[in-house]
């Protein structure tokens, strides 16, 4: 019901050209888990730049939402909150520059399509297409695979309204010293209002599941396993010192066939049918396996555009370790499984290559994330996260920035070497904290 009324609220304000429309919602718009209520109920849409820049000069403080799927309060504002509408406006595909440029708002399930049309692709995918591109590249949001940065890594050029109003256009090759800074922003510079993305040629990957890897082959071959396909995921219940299932995305040659698949994978089985990652849900939802090729767009994600992702009515959490720490963290993860299994629904386990960005958690590190896709018991979950994260101590963990974690904010900014330069750029960028919201200045600017 109340995603109901967030849609007609759009609806409404997409059929009003070069308007901002402002709304007092009858009911309190939630994020995507429904386990996160925003503060407020004054939501207004923008559907172009010029909309954009005159919302910003009117209002002191508000926060953009994309499409709502974080699990925490980083989108969420007392005061107002704007959406933004560009439907109207194409992404422009530049087959010379090799990009992709998009607006606020959109979102990867609409864009591969339009990219695979014209033979291009994009490197790697989230777990799910449904997320906004302003939205995950702000947080730092990621597939898998050892060779793969993420999302953020292959932004090339923003567009930015600052607290000012103005456009702020940057990118990689004119601004070297700040771009990075820039990227994963965590909403705080201002309003995205374009990004700009690296594209390569399109390619096709075949998706192999195998389940039951004995924790005896991942202690012994990790490394091997990780890097076995051109994205992995592990996913495990944390029972019977077992990885349940193992997800292998593998780049597929149509013109050369590669040789089948074999039966077993260091001591885990060929799955016979498609499976979800929670093995007792319906396999409908998600992405062809079986080794049938298909695009990248339609093999990347595990689930499909059109269905609902994941569980629904869950919560998540995800850790960022050095990769070179991966064993020890999962096996710290491991020793706590009585206390994790109950709450738990699912834990996948992904690798990130190293990228430039400030605030990235792949910040000058490979990484491995720990993720934990938990029953909707925040009480008991609240009290689980302090325990991993102290279990994880020793490998200085970096949370997801959209997920659920209760490190200290001194502990978490100290694990981000750029926070005071990142602090500088804000300030040039909003220097009364218009974008700023509780968790930022929580997590971020120190200023509770
Ligand atoms: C089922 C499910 C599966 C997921 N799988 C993955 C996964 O595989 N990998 C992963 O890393 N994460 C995953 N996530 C987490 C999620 O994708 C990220 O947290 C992402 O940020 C969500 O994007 P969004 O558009 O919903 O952003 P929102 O939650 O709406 O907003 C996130 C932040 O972006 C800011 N923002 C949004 N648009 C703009 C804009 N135009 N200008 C400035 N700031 C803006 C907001 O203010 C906020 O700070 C998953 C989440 C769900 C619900």
Not at 189 to 212: M, S
Not at 283 to 309: I, S
Not at 345 to 363: H, Q
């Amino acid at each position: 019901m109340k995603k109901r009324t967030f849609i007609k609220l759009c609806t409404a304000a997409a059929t009003m050209p070069l308007e901002i429309s402002a709304f007092a919602s009858p009911e309190k718009l939630t994020n995507w888990a429904g386990n996160i209520e925003y503060s407020t109920d004054n939501v207004a849409s923008a559907n172009s730049v010029a909309a954009i820049q005159n919302f910003v000069r009117k209002h002191s403080q508000f926060k953009t939402l994309g499409t709502r799927h974080c699990f925490n309060r980083i989108a969420d504002s007392k005061q107002q909150l704007l959406t933004t509408d560009f439907s109207a406006q194409a992404p422009v595909i530049d087959a010379s520059t090799r990009t992709i440029a998009v607006g606020p708002g959109v979102r990867y399930g609409a864009i591969a399509p339009l990219l695979e049309a014209k033979g291009f692709a994009l490197h790697n995918l989230a777990s799910l297409p449904h997320i906004s591109v302003a939205g995950a590249i702000t947080t730092a949001t990621h597939g898998s695979g050892v060779k793969n940065g993420n999302l953020s890594a292959v932004v090339s050029a923003l567009e930015i309204v600052n607290a000012a109003g103005d456009v702020v256009a940057l990118s990689r090759k004119a601004n070297p010293d700040i771009f990075p800074g820039a990227v994963v922003s965590l909403g705080a510079l201002g309003v995205i209002t374009k990004v700009t993305l690296n594209i390569q040629p399109t390619f096709q990957i075949a998706q192999h599941v195998y389940e039951n890897l004995p924790l005896s082959s991942l202690k012994e071959h990790l490394d091997e396993i990780l890097s076995a396909a051109y994205s992995v995921s592990l996913f495990t219940n944390w029972g019977n010192q077992r990885i349940n299932e193992i997800w292998l995305k593998s780049l597929y040659d149509l013109r050369k066939p590669p040789a089948k698949q074999p039966e077993e994978f260091f001591g885990a089985t060929a799955a016979v049918k498609n499976l979800h990652p929670i093995a007792e849900l319906s396999a409908e939802n998600c992405t062809e396996q079986l080794g049938v090729p298909g695009p990248w767009f339609d093999r990347l994600p595990h689930f499909k555009m059109g269905f609902t992702p994941s569980a629904g009515k869950e919560l998540q959490s995800e850790y960022f370790v050095p990769h070179k720490n991966a064993l020890d963290a999962i096996l710290a993860v491991e020793r706590l499984h009585e206390k994790v299994s109950p709450h738990l629904m699912i834990t996948e386990i992904r690798t990130i290559k190293a990228d430039d960005l400030w605030l990235s958690p792949a910040y000058k590190q490979d990484c491995v994330a720990i993720h934990f896709t938990w029953k909707p018991e925040w009480p008991e979950v609240g009290k689980l996260l302090p325990i991993i994260e102290r279990e994880l101590a020793p490998y200085n963990p970096r949370p997801h920035w959209g997920k659920l974690f209760t490190l200290a904010p001194k502990e978490l900014q100290s694990r981000y070497e750029k926070v005071p330069d990142f602090l500088a750029l804000a300030k040039q960028f909003d220097p009364k904290g218009k974008f700023r919201n509780g968790f930022l200045n929580t997590n971020i600017f120190g200023d509770t």
